[in-house]
């Protein structure tokens, strides 16, 4: 299987774990389907169906972005047991109650908040571990294979799912849902994780939340997928929100077939997740997007309009082609413009504006039918995602096609191996300026160049930057730029990119004095 799209599966440990979160993420849809399909008979009310959906995704808006900083501070392996141990506990006290009858609406929407709690604990250093897992050759491979396993387990879970509640009930699913996490466990446990070698000591939460905050803010291409993001899924969650009322009510269903909808969109996704590579080389990642986003949006309007249930099953493979298309392209995006040392945070934030919309759309297209009935709300959730293609036009994915975010070295004096020599490292804040002298033809030039030190200062972690002429010698540039301390100043020596690299090669390129451009360092006095 070597240079194969499959090559990672020879890795022993890789298949163990690939093969484990395949029955668990199956166990998670099988919860899902079951827990959708038991509100309906728990309420009839459109917001109460409508909020299992939120449930399920709120927990990734809240925890996801705490869960990337301890995914990148602590190690990995323990807390990943951690986050399995908490959803395999409320996964069985669920299906406890729900054997005695115990199960309220309320209980319902809380043990499917709880589970939220821990699949946003699980996902940031699930997607973060795996560099551990394979070799460097094989992580693009990787990262495929896992996007292919949870279209599989969107395939199998929801049919398995509602041939078990036609026949068993919901407790029978939940207790299925408790035992599919026993693998993850399993693996976990015996895996031994690599030790890291560190320079520097840990980073604290706070400011490693602050510092991973800094990055997505300053990091161009990140902030487009983001945005494009929310324009996608806070009008495509109707669809989840909205479709096991589309089947009971609309299509006259029951648990069986609302599971072989659901069924029809994993399968569309699997097709998806097979033939994306090769269009991917055929048209641009802008193209593709508004194709899927296009497709999507006809899928809503079909499941608003359409009474036959075989149509619509047929229909709903091309809405599950075109999700995992936009979510494929979504994800690369975010892995590809997030820095090794920050990845698991920026991708924790890339998952909070995911499920943040998700849950903040399900809320509204609830509120939404219960007013304006479920049809007019997914009209209403079509017409708007169509509208909001717009946003391609201004927030391009395919910006900075080129973008290298591989470790360099930094061009600072100080980039030394020993830790420990300089300043103590909680003294600060420190302030670095660079002095520049730039030729009077060049200066117009140099300050287009200069704006870009903004965002690789603000990504490595300064608080503030800014740039000042002397005005008693025309040319003579100072750039200047705060970190709080001594020891945040070592990281971002050690967070600089060969992006970063790049880009100050170009600022440096105008200096016309002596050698590199002066570097000085002050740390305040009181």
């Not at 990672?8 to 298949?15: A, E, I, Q, V």
């Not at 006290?93 to 209980?107: D, R």
């Not at 096991?244 to 069924?263: D, F, H």
Request: charged fraction near 15%.
């Amino acid at each position: 299987m070597a240079n194969s799209s499959f090559s990672p599966l020879s890795n022993k440990l890789f298949r163990a774990l690939w093969l484990a979160t395949v029955a668990s993420n199956i166990g998670t849809w099988m919860h899902d389907v079951g827990a959708g399909w038991m509100m309906t008979s728990l309420s009839t009310d459109p917001f109460m169906v409508a909020l299992v959906q939120a449930a399920t995704s709120l927990p990734m808006f809240l925890f996801a972005l705490p869960s990337g900083v301890l995914a990148d501070i602590i190690d990995r392996r323990k807390y990943l047991l951690f986050a399995q141990f908490w959803m395999l506990i409320t996964a069985a006290v669920l299906s406890a109650l729900a054997f005695v009858g115990m199960v309220t609406p309320e209980i319902l929407l809380a043990a499917t908040f709880f589970l939220g709690v821990g699949a946003a604990m699980a996902a940031p250093p699930f997607q973060a571990i795996v560099p551990d897992l394979v070799a460097k050759e094989d992580l693009a491979a990787a990262v495929a294979l896992n996007s292919l396993g949870i279209n599989i387990s969107r395939a199998i879970g929801p049919a398995l799912a509602g041939i078990i509640l036609s026949f068993a009930g919901p407790a029978v699913v939940f207790t299925l849902n408790a035992l599919s996490v026993l693998g993850v466990v399993a693996v976990l446990y015996f895996w031994q994780s690599p030790k890291k070698v560190q320079r520097l000591p840990a980073e604290h939460f706070l400011p490693a939340v602050r510092a991973g905050l800094r990055y997505v803010h300053a990091a161009p291409v990140l902030r487009v997928v983001l945005i494009r993001a929310v324009a996608f899924f806070v009008f495509g969650s109707a669809a989840w929100a909205l479709l096991p009322l589309v089947a009971r009510n609309g299509l006259g269903l029951g648990a069986g077939g609302y599971g072989i909808l659901l069924a029809c969109i994993g399968l569309g996704a699997v097709a998806g997740a097979l033939v994306l590579p090769g269009l991917r080389k055929r048209y641009s990642n802008d193209a593709l997007a508004l194709g899927a986003t296009l497709i999507f949006a006809a899928s809503m309007l079909a499941l608003a309009m359409m009474k036959s249930a075989v149509l619509l099953g047929v229909i709903l493979l091309f809405s599950g082609f075109a999700w995992i298309a936009m979510l494929s392209i979504l994800n690369v995006g975010a892995q590809r413009s997030s820095a090794g040392w920050v990845k698991a945070r920026a991708l924790a934030v890339y998952l909070v504006v995911f499920f943040g919309s998700m849950a903040a759309g399900s809320a509204i297209w609830g509120q939404t039918a219960g007013r304006l009935g479920t049809s007019s709300a997914l009209i209403i959730a079509a017409v708007g995602m169509i509208l909001f293609c717009a946003t391609a036009l201004r927030w391009r994915l395919d910006l900075s096609p080129d973008l290298n975010l591989a470790p360099s070295r930094h061009l600072s004096k100080h980039g030394s191996s020993d830790a420990t020599a300089g300043p103590a490292h909680d003294s600060g804040p420190v302030m670095i300026t660079v002095e520049y002298l730039v030729a009077a033809d060049r200066q117009a030039e140099f300050k287009l160049a200069i704006r870009e030190m903004r965002r690789v200062r603000r990504r490595g972690g300064a608080l503030t930057w800014s740039v000042f002429e002397d005005t008693a010698q025309p040319g003579r540039y100072i750039e200047t730029f705060v970190v709080e301390s001594w020891l945040e100043h070592l990281r971002q020596e050690d967070r600089f990119t060969e992006n970063d690299k790049a880009i100050t090669l170009r600022a440096y390129g105008f200096h016309s004095g002596p050698g590199t451009p002066r570097i000085e360092h002050f740390i305040a006095a009181v």
